[in-house]
């Protein structure tokens, strides 16, 4: 009798590993998404074209004529040391005080996430997630086989009391927890930021149980209101690890991140980063390098910054306007994502497919918890569409989730009416 899948006839060859790389359900809509007469409130993708482009196009220009042999060339698997002299530069604005020596460049944040992944989990460990999370995270916890167990949050954020409670429940189990992956600051997807008082909070409670926090912060410097928070890691040096991205401050087509660690996991890092690459992208790091020194970068993050609010009112007024009684929505005061809540007895992610037909997609929840629950929820990204295509988007997708619940009232509830998941953020947001 055969052994491998009639699709696949390398099936039984595969490492273990590999039963945990599925398709997300962002990757999952791509193709749908793309046409034209759908407006998709689905990907996080930025607005690289608020960018001067003429001016970064020149500046490109320059850098290879000038420095052809150096950009175009092997680079270090560290990365190139002016780039970190400027990535500690930015650091600092969210009050973090770092040496170069201590970060290391890597294609993107995901691979940030994947190197610290690689570094610390062994298969069956415990990794503590908000819930709900970053889907690229959980989809590189999974590769490595990592235990998953999520901790709730609310429209403050993480909830420390039910991080003390998980951590209670584990250490009694015997089990130890190998770090805490938080977005604390307008998370994705839910859009929430983890409030001042709670981010003592969750670094005392760490602290207690002697667990690492992986603080991954790429939406920090997109706030709408007043100055950057101070990260986690401008309070914790050796217990915050701290992932960075420039992919939503410059382009995320360069594919240039970050992650700040203490000496002797940087060190790890860098061997990680040279087994898995040898070295980063050269061209991408001197692009940045270049861009920083010589570009009014922190003028075009606040132009970025008008440009992401003018897009969050437009969901949010249209979302008040038009959304029928009993859906619930986040209000981010930053980044890119309102995480909305739909009424009892509906599942997003069943209605994904008639949203589409109305012309309209998103995310649903789902793909944000690693047992697969949160039905009722979506993530909504308003940071690509012009303001006139969001409000449509929300008026087609308002219009799927009234037919969905005449059909509900109707025939009754596919799930039998009950709440599926961790239904967070908590009540009473709006």
Known sequence: ???????????????????????????????????????????????????????????????????????????????????????????????????????????????????????????????????????????????????????PLDEGGLVPSALRETLARLRAQGRRVKFLYTVPTFQNPAGVTLTTARRAQILEICAEYDVLVIEDNPYGLLGFDGEPMRALRADDAERVIYLGSFSKTIASGLRVGWVLAPHAVRAKLVLAAESAILCPSNFSQLAVREYLATQPWREQIKDFRELYRARRDAMLESLDQLMPDGCTWTRPAGGFFVWLTLPEGLDAKAMAPRAIAERVAYVPGTGFYADGTGHRHMRLSYCFPEPHRIREGVRRLAGVVEQEIRLRDTFGSPRGGTSTGVQTPGPGIV
Do not use: N, W
Request: with cysteine; net charge negative.
């Open 1 to 151: 009798m055969e052994q491998h899948s009639r699709t696949d006839a390398y099936a039984d060859r595969y490492a273990a590993r590999a039963a945990g790389m599925v398709p997300s359900e962002i990757r999952a809509l791509f193709a749908m998404v793309s046409r034209p007469e759908v407006v998709s409130l689905a990907g996080g993708a930025p607005y690289v074209s608020a960018l001067p482009l003429d001016a970064v196009g020149r500046m490109i220009g320059e850098l290879v004529a000038g420095k052809g042999a150096e950009v175009l060339q092997y680079g270090s698997a560290q990365g190139d040391e002016r780039l970190r002299e400027h990535i500690c530069e930015v650091m600092s604005l969210e009050g973090v005080q770092a040496s170069a020596d201590d970060v290391v460049v890597t294609v993107g944040a995901q691979q940030a996430l994947d190197l610290i992944t690689k570094i610390f989990v062994d298969p069956g460990d415990v990794v503590l997630a908000e819930a709900p999370s970053y889907v690229g995270a959980l989809g590189t916890f999974a590769s490595y086989q990592a235990d998953v167990v999520h901790v």
